[in-house]
């Protein structure tokens, strides 16, 4: 980026702590499964679950699709890996009035997301229907709307400094905060 270029902020899947930790641990899964004297039904539900998993993950990391991505036109949501191209989004600064940081906790982890709020009457996004609302009523700690509009920082690192000068380069005033 120039000095002059607009401070585009774009993260893209990759090797990040989660993702690292995953794979090697596939991959030790999987090594422990193929020693000599494995029963072979751990075998047999260990290596797909491990070996697959771990491959998948690999797979993510590599594949440096866009996990987010803030720019002149919006807030790019970047898609579930595993359905990336279904569930991909893009909502532009129109039906935009804030982004938000949230946490999942499950089973003593937290997991980060980030998001944005949107006006009454902006459009679905992927997914967005009553039966999951409904059950992100019970599952998580904020809103269903800013669920349905917010995404996993997993797979991908968030630079929250260079995030927040391209929101006030592009949508100046747009508050930003921490959802309780």
């Given amino acids: 980026m120039t ?3 607009p401070p585009v902020y774009q993260a893209r899947y990759g090797w990040d702590r989660r993702t690292t930790g995953t794979v090697a641990g596939s ?3 999987t090594a422990v499964l193929l020693l000599p ?3 072979l039904p751990a075998q047999a539900l260990g290596l797909p679950l491990f070996g697959a998993g771990g491959l998948f993950m690999a797979y993510i990391a590599l594949s440096r699709k866009i996990a987010f991505r803030v720019d002149e036109t919006g807030v790019f949501l970047g898609g579930s890996p ?3 191209k279904a569930t991909t989004a893009h909502v532009p600064w129109g039906d935009i009035t804030g982004l938000v940081f949230w946490h999942q906790v499950a089973s003593g982890t937290s997991m980060p997301y980030v998001g944005v709020t949107r006006r009454t009457g902006a459009p679905n996004l992927p997914g967005d229907g009553p039966i ?3 059950a992100l009523n019970h599952l998580v700690p904020v809103p269903p709307d800013v669920v349905m509009s917010s995404r996993a920082v997993n797979g991908w690192r968030l630079d929250k400094e260079r995030l927040t000068a ?3 380069h592009f949508a100046p005033g747009t508050p930003m905060q921490d959802y309780p």
Avoid: K
Wanted: a neutral charge; hydrophobic letters at 60%; glycine letters at 6%.
């Fill in 166 to 168: 391209a929101v006030a």
């Fill in 132 to 134: 999951a609302r409904a």
């Fill in 3 to 5: 000095d002059d270029a």
């Fill in 37 to 39: 004297g494995v029963p």
């Fill in 82 to 84: 595993a359905r990336y």
């Fill in 27 to 29: 991959a030790a899964l």
